[in-house]
């Protein structure tokens, strides 16, 4: 079992910045693979980022560009740089792991933390 759990969020301004972190605790391997999702009120949960143990990445076309996915192996901790914040980027942001290559795909992630909320102020 693994056990996710992120921090940082907040309020911050408009084109403010923020960073999170997810710390990954229990069974890891060294395939795994880590996302960013997040989920507005009244939306569906949307993938942001994602990010190989080797430093690949992939992003939403929605954050390419102001958002940064790093994974730390010796911490075993994941982060999200999010900068140029826009009022739509609040949401509850979400950390998850797979087995296996990076995906979009949340229904391909077998983990998740409990979340933590954005909220960009315009």
């Known amino acids: 079992q693994v056990q996710l759990a992120e921090s940082g969020g907040g309020l911050v301004q408009a084109g403010g910045s923020l960073r999170l972190s997810c710390a990954v605790s229990?069974?890891?391997?060294?395939?795994?693979?880590m996302g960013w999702f997040r989920q507005a009120p009244g939306k569906e949960r949307e993938f942001v980022a994602a990010?190989?143990?080797?430093?690949?990445?992939r992003y939403a076309d929605s954050v390419k560009g102001r958002f940064t996915m790093s994974v730390d192996n010796a911490k075993n901790t994941v982060y999200l740089q999010m900068n140029s914040l826009k009022p739509e980027d609040s949401a509850v942001y979400y950390c998850?792991?797979?087995?296996?290559?990076?995906?979009?795909?949340?229904?391909?992630?077998?983990?998740w933390g409990q979340g933590t909320q954005v909220t960009v102020s315009s």
């Open positions: 990010i190989t143990r080797s430093g690949l990445t």
């Open positions: 998850a792991s797979r087995r296996g290559y990076y995906s979009s795909l949340q229904s391909l992630y077998d983990d």
């Open positions: 229990g069974r890891t391997f060294p395939d795994d693979a």
